[in-house]
C-alpha cells in the first residue's frame, strides 16, 4: 500500500485550497494509501506550507524549467501547458499504481476500493458519456507512457483544450474494451446530473463517494459564514449541490482554515470565511486580497457579476484609478 498514492494538483492557491480540502476529506475517511500535491510555480509558500502538513509529498512541476521533453512540448504547444503540467503524474514512478483526484473533488466516503481497478479507469463524462471525465481517474505512473503522451500531445493537440481532451484520443478504447474501467458515477458525481436527471440523482445520489465542483464557479469563489454555517453567495445549483457545497465549506473552515492562520501568521489571506452578517461580527476575510485570477474576475465582470462589496467595491476601482493617473 505505500506505493500507491492519490496524486492532485495545484496551479494556483486557489486550487490549493481545495487540493487542502480534498487531502482533508481522504484522510478523515481513513485512506490507507499516500497523499500526493502537484504543484505550480504560482503556489505561494505560506500555501505550501499546508499542503506539506496534509500531503505525504508536494511535488514541484515547473514545466517551463524542467528542461526535459515537457519543456519541448510546450514550446510546441504553449496552449497546452496545464495539461502537460497534469500529465506529469506519470512520471510518480515510485508508486506502482495511482489515482488522480482534481483538486475541485472531495471524496465523502472512503475510496480505497479504486486500487483495485486497473488503468486507465475513469468515470463517465455527464456531457458526453462515451467520453470519460478526466476528474478522476486510476493510472499506473510509468516513464514510457509519459513520454508517449507528450509525444502524443505535441503531434495532435487536444480537442477540448484540456487534459481531458488528449487523455481521451490517447486512452481511445476506454468507451468499449473493457466495463471494468467504467467507475460508476458516484466516483466522479458532479451535480449537473441534479437538473439534467433528477430522477436518478434522487436514486443514486446519496451513494455518492466523491463529488466534483464541475464548471466555472468553485466552492472557494463562495463566502462562507462561520457562525450561521451558511454559504453565501448567488448559488449555482449546476456547479454544486448545495449540501455538498456546504459539506466542502464545513471541512475547510474546520480543519484546513486554521492550518492557513498558522501559516500566514501576520500576513493577511483570503480566508473566503466571515463571522456574521456584514459590519457585525469579525471578518475573517481579507478582501484587499484578490482570491480569484483576472481570468475569472474578468468573466464575472462580462457576465454582470461584479463582486461590489468586495474587491470591485468602489474603493477598490479608485485606488486602480489612482494608481493609473499618478
Ligand atoms: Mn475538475
Redesign the pocket.
Known amino acids: 500500500m505505500a506505493d500507491q498514492a492519490f496524486v492532485t494538483l495545484a496551479t494556483n492557491d486557489n486550487y490549493a485550497r481545495g487540493a487542502m480540502v480534498l487531502g482533508k476529506s481522504l484522510r478523515s475517511h481513513k485512506t490507507s494509501r499516500k497523499l500526493v500535491a502537484l504543484i505550480g510555480p504560482h503556489v505561494s509558500d505560506p500555501a505550501r506550507k499546508v499542503l506539506h502538513k496534509i500531503f505525504d509529498e508536494v511535488r514541484l512541476v515547473d514545466v517551463l524549467d524542467s528542461g526535459d521533453s515537457a519543456h519541448l512540448a510546450m514550446l510546441k504547444r504553449p496552449d497546452l501547458g496545464v495539461t502537460f503540467t497534469k500529465l506529469h503524474c506519470w512520471t510518480l514512478t515510485h508508486y506502482s499504481k495511482c489515482v488522480f483526484m ?4 472531495m471524496v465523502v466516503s472512503n475510496v480505497d476500493e479504486l486500487f483495485d481497478r486497473e488503468e486507465l479507469s475513469a468515470a463517465p463524462d455527464p456531457g458526453w458519456p462515451d467520453c470519460f471525465n478526466s ?1 478522476v481517474f486510476v493510472f499506473r505512473p510509468s516513464k514510457d507512457t509519459y513520454e508517449k503522451l507528450l509525444k502524443f500531445c505535441t503531434e495532435h493537440g487536444s480537442f477540448d483544450g484540456g487534459d481531458q481532451g488528449v487523455l481521451n484520443s490517447f486512452f481511445s478504447n476506454w468507451a468499449t474494451a473493457d466495463i471494468s474501467k467504467h467507475l460508476p458515477f458516484i466516483y466522479n458525481l458532479s451535480s449537473i446530473a441534479i437538473y439534467t436527471y433528477l430522477p436518478a440523482f434522487k436514486q443514486y445520489g446519496g451513494n455518492a463517494k466523491v463529488v ?3 464548471g466555472k464557479t468553485k466552492p472557494w469563489s463562495y463566502t462562507y459564514d462561520t457562525k450561521a454555517r451558511r454559504v453565501r453567495g448567488d448559488i449555482q445549483e449546476s456547479s454544486s449541490h448545495p449540501a455538498f457545497l456546504l459539506r466542502w465549506w464545513e471541512l475547510y473552515s474546520q480543519t484546513v482554515l486554521p492550518l492557513l492562520f498558522e501559516a500566514y501568521g501576520d500576513q493577511p489571506f483570503h480566508s473566503g470565511c466571515v463571522e456574521g452578517e456584514n459590519g457585525d461580527g469579525m471578518s475573517l476575510s481579507h478582501h484587499a486580497m484578490p482570491m480569484i485570477s483576472s481570468e475569472e474576475r474578468k468573466l464575472r465582470w462580462e457576465q454582470g457579476q461584479a463582486d461590489y462589496m468586495g474587491m470591485d467595491s468602489f474603493e477598490n476601482i479608485q485606488k486602480k484609478l489612482d494608481s493609473f493617473l499618478k
Open positions: 482534481d483538486a475541485d473533488t476528474g466534483h465542483f464541475l
